[in-house]
T-cell receptor, first 118, second 117 residues
Framework: SAVISQKPSRDICQRGTSLTIQCQVD?????MFWYRQQPGQSLTLIAT?????????ESGFVIDKFPISRPNLTFSTLTVSNMSPEDSSIYLC???????????????FGPGTRLTVL | EDKVVQSPLSLVVHEGDTVTLNCSYE??????LLWYKQEKKAPTFLFML????IEKKSGRLSSILDKKELFSILNITATQTGDSAVYLC?????????????????FGQGTILTVHP
C-alpha cells in the first residue's frame, strides 16, 4: 500500500475565497484521484489526475471551480475556488499504485480534508 | 451510467450478532469490486474481489462476489463495537483517457453499521 498525507486536515473558510488542498504520496504512482464526500453522502469522484496531462473531470465538475495540478508522480493539489457553503465537504485524494496483475485496481485513500464554508 | 446500490442503508445490532451487507451493481467494463470501512474520514481498504465464488476472509470479515448476478456480500461475524462504521462498496471499471488506461471507482451509498454493547 501507499502512505498518503493531505494538508490541511481541516479548514473553515469564508464564502468567495479559495482553498488549495495538497496530497503527497510516499512513492511514485501513476494515477491520483480527487473525491468529494458531502455530509451524509458517499464518495463522488471529482477528477482523475495523471502526471503530465490535463486532469479528467467527471460530469458536474469543471476545471474553473476545481483546478488540479499534478507536477510529479508523488504530488497533486486540488483547489476549491470561489467557495460557497455548498462546498462544505470532506475532500479525499486517492492513489492507484499501478502494480501489475490482479491488484492493479486497488486504490488507497488519504486522511481527507474537512472543509467548512461559512 | 455506472450504478452501485448498497443495502441496507443502516443497521443496528448488538455485540455478537452476525451481519450481512449487500452490494449490487451495473457497470460497463467491470474489473473488480472493493469493500472499504470508513470510521472518520479516510476509507480503509478491506477486500478486492475479482472472480466469482471465491471467498475472501480476514478475521471475522468475509466477502464474496457473484459476477453473474452482479452482487457482492460482506459478512461480519461476532460483531464488536469497534465494527461500528460506514461500509462502502465500490466497483472498478476500466477507463481509457488521454492514452492512459486506469480503474475508475463508483461508490455505493454506504451502509451505516452500529454495534451496541
Amino acid at each position: 500500500s501507499a502512505v498518503i498525507s493531505q494538508k490541511p486536515s481541516r479548514d473553515i473558510c469564508q464564502r468567495g475565497t479559495s482553498l488549495t488542498i495538497q496530497c503527497q504520496v510516499d512513492s511514485q504512482v501513476t494515477m491520483m484521484f480527487w473525491y468529494r464526500q458531502q455530509p451524509g453522502q458517499s464518495l463522488t469522484l471529482i477528477a482523475t489526475a495523471n502526471q503530465g496531462s490535463e486532469a479528467t473531470y467527471e460530469s458536474g465538475f469543471v476545471i474553473d471551480k476545481f483546478p488540479i495540478s499534478r507536477p510529479n508522480l508523488t504530488f497533486s493539489t486540488l483547489t476549491v475556488s470561489n467557495m460557497s457553503p455548498e462546498d462544505s465537504s470532506i475532500y479525499l485524494c486517492s492513489v492507484q499504485t499501478g502494480l501489475a496483475g490482479p491488484r492493479d485496481n486497488e486504490q488507497f485513500f488519504g486522511p481527507g480534508t474537512r472543509l467548512t464554508v461559512l | 451510467e455506472d450504478k452501485v446500490v448498497q443495502s441496507p442503508l443502516s443497521l443496528v445490532v448488538h455485540e455478537g450478532d452476525t451481519v450481512t451487507l449487500n452490494c449490487s451493481y451495473e457497470v460497463t467494463n467491470f474489473r473488480s469490486l472493493l469493500w472499504y470501512k470508513q470510521e472518520k474520514k479516510a476509507p480503509t481498504f478491506l477486500f478486492m474481489l475479482t472472480s466469482s465464488g471465491i471467498e475472501k476472509k480476514s478475521g471475522r470479515l468475509s466477502s464474496i462476489l457473484d459476477k453473474k448476478e452482479l452482487f457482492s456480500i460482506l459478512n461480519i461475524t461476532a460483531t464488536q463495537t469497534g465494527d461500528s462504521a460506514v461500509y462502502l462498496c465500490a466497483v472498478v471499471s476500466r477507463v481509457n483517457a488521454g492514452g492512459t488506461s486506469y480503474g475508475k471507482l463508483t461508490f455505493g451509498q454506504g451502509t451505516i453499521l452500529t454495534v451496541h454493547p
